[in-house]
């Protein structure tokens, strides 16, 4: 038997042993980011633009070194690689001098704090005045051409920006820890990681693998990312392609193959594959395909590639990619998406539960509504997952104020309520407890509190209160009902819902001094099962004021049906201030009452500004 002791191990000892741990991954990390980025400087810098320009070596130590001074140790192979041609007849001194005499003032300059286009300024400047130099020193004066001088300068200027943006989106992690700049968008993380990958395809030497890659980059990038990547990747590509070999045409073919993919994003490999092929291929069906020399095996070998490759190989494909374009953001917006899945699956799950239970008896009814209500809360919370939150932006606001009258032991049995919703619309709700005192207190609070919590949940007006009327009936045994006068508001159309369920009339008092009346004839909630909900849908104008009213008010002067008094009073009323139109209806109210006993009394007033 082997005798084993355990020693309590110290805080400061798990540290130590997490940071060696740390240190050690760390440390392999680097090397193969070494390697890499040994071999993309390599291939880089040998893209040859228009037969006798290196713009992409310097442009790449620009933005390594200002990065991080330590990367000077990739500068042998951005010599390396623009030196290969070295036999090829073409003038490269120049190229080789910019490269020097750059890592010698980006070197010099890394402790100033220098924004992309002047860096891009610069690097043009050492590439112009160093290929300036050598013509003018190897007294070959008459091979100077100002025109390809000022374009070597622009694109060693435009590849700065590219790859600024590559290793802002985080595919050449190279900066420093100090080093704190804006971080890039997956848009240019697609363009310039689509640019990169090129350049080093065309710094292979291998004519013929040119296109496949092209093709295939486009393709992966539409069943990634969508319509908008397929199309970045495509004109990235293109524009390498044009100033490297210049393939002009060849843009439409791989739009075409963009589009396509991204229109199909994320569906069966094989139908994208086919798709793309036919996009691509059918395009160069009308004598085309010579003018464009893309070979036709270039779309085939790229749809083959995604067909054949496996689901595991894709996956880390596919994370790898995304972790490039958008760091940790990637992996935040995948969970986002297979959560919003999720919950699509689970809303549908309830969706058929509601089904089930609907058109049961009351308790089996109040089952339905509740699973459609848990379906609906579900269906927002995918929403919000599948989306970034935006504050609606709304065109109108609401100003609300009310007054009322308690007819019994100074308790009211109304109740009113309004909030402005999470998705911009103001609502407000008047209720009136059957019965005077408490109890109608308690009825008419716990109904416009319901309404209102629900509507914020995100649940339909219609299915929160058939919700409503179900809690009402279970305690239908005690004959305590309520009405339900409900006004939505869509603050961006200026539109307005009145939902009214045993509810008074509601009053609009137009911007022209004119007043109209609403009224909806049902029972009040919790009365009946299965009632049926509908609603009145009017436009209002900024002015435009709604008084919504108990009956109270209406059975103030019974002897007068149509409430003539009331709309004069209303019509009478000069005031704007919401406040002043609830207090003068009530005192005319209270009037008409007289000596007899009076009611519970309640107005409320809306102004849309």
């Known amino acids: 038997m082997e005798l084993t002791s355990k020693r309590r191990i110290s805080g400061k000892e798990k540290r130590r042993r997490k940071e060696r741990g740390k240190g050690t991954e760390r440390g392999e990390l680097g090397i193969s980011q070494a390697v890499v980025l040994a071999a993309a400087c390599f291939f880089i810098s040998r893209a040859c633009f228009m037969g006798q320009m290196f713009p992409a070596g310097i442009s790449l130590l620009t933005v390594l070194l200002s990065r991080n001074p330590l990367n000077l140790y990739l500068l042998p192979f951005l010599l390396l690689g623009v030196g290969s041609y070295y036999k090829s007849g073409i003038p490269i001194v120049g190229d080789l001098a910019a490269l020097c005499g750059g890592a010698l003032v980006f070197l010099c300059a890394g402790r100033l704090s220098l924004r992309t286009w002047q860096k891009a300024l610069i690097a043009g400047s050492i590439v112009v005045i160093a290929n300036s130099v050598y013509y003018i020193a190897g007294g ?61 395809a065309v710094g292979s030497g291998i004519p013929w693998l040119l296109f496949p890659l092209a093709m295939a980059a486009v393709l992966f990038a539409g069943y990634f990312f969508g319509v908008s990547g397929g199309i970045l990747s495509a004109v990235s590509c293109s524009l390498v392609l044009l100033l490297c070999n210049g393939e002009f045409l060849a843009v439409f073919l791989l739009l075409a193959g963009g589009v ?60 790898a990619l995304g972790a490039l374009l958008n760091g940790e953001g990637y992996g935040e917006r995948q969970t986002a998406i297979k959560t919003a899945e999720y919950l699509k699956k689970v809303r549908k799950n309830f969706d058929d539960l509601s089904a089930l239970f609907a058109g049961q008896d009351n308790h089996r009814q109040l089952l339905s509504y509740e699973f459609r209500a848990i379906s609906r809360i579900l269906d927002h919370t995918r929403q919000a997952a599948d989306i ?54 308690a009825e008419s609070s716990l109904a416009v509190t319901t309404v209102i919590q629900l509507l914020k949940a995100g649940l339909d007006a219609e299915l929160v209160l ?11 045994e005690k004959e305590v009902f309520s009405t339900i006068d409900l006004g939505i508001l869509n603050q961006k159309t200026g539109k307005m819902k009145f939902y009214k369920i045993g509810a008074a009339p509601t009053f609009i008092k137009r911007r022209n001094k004119q007043v109209e009346s609403l009224n909806v004839s049902a029972l009040p909630m919790g009365i009946v099962e299965g009632i049926h909900i509908d609603y009145v849908e009017t436009s209002l104008s900024p002015g435009d004021q709604v008084i919504l009213i108990s009956d109270g008010v209406t059975d103030s002067k019974r002897e007068d049906a149509e409430m003539k008094w009331l709309t004069e009073t209303i019509m009478g009323i000069r005031s704007k201030d919401p406040q002043t139109m609830c207090d003068l209806i009530m005192n005319r109210a209270v009037e008409n009452y007289g000596l007899r006993e009076k009611d519970d009394l309640t107005v409320a007033t809306v102004r849309m500004e």
Not at 285 to 297: C, H, I, Q, R, T
Not at 466 to 476: D, E, F, R, T, V
Request: overall charge neutral; aromatic content about 8%; proline content about 3%.
């Open 388 to 441: 970034a939150p935006v504050k609606t932006a709304v065109r109108y606001r609401s100003e609300t104020a009310w007054a009322g009258y308690a007819g019994e032991q100074g308790v009211s049995g109304d109740s009113v309520l309004w909030e402005e919703l999470p998705d911009g619309n103001f609502v407000i709700v008047l209720s009136d407890g059957m019965g005077k005192g408490r109890t109608a207190a």
């Open 140 to 200: 070959m004066l008459y091979r100077l051409s100002m025109q390809q001088l000022v374009l070597e300068g622009l694109l060693t200027a435009a590849l700065c920006g590219v790859f600024d943006r590559s290793c802002a989106c985080g595919m050449l992690r190279t900066e420093s820890a100090e080093n704190n700049q804006r971080e890039g968008t997956e848009a240019e993380g697609i363009f310039s990681f689509c640019s990169g990958f090129m350049l080093a």
């Open 466 to 476: 058939k919700i409503l009327n179900s809690i009402l009936l279970l305690n239908a």
């Open 260 to 319: 396509t993919a991204g229109f199909l994003q994320r569906k069966s490999r094989i139908l994208t594959s086919l798709c793309f092929c036919a996009a691509v291929l059918g395009m160069g069906l009308p004598d085309l395909s010579a003018n464009m020399s893309v070979p036709f095996y270039a779309p085939v070998a790229a749809a083959a590639l995604l067909v054949l490759m496996p689901v595991r190989w894709m996956n880390r494909f596919e994370s």
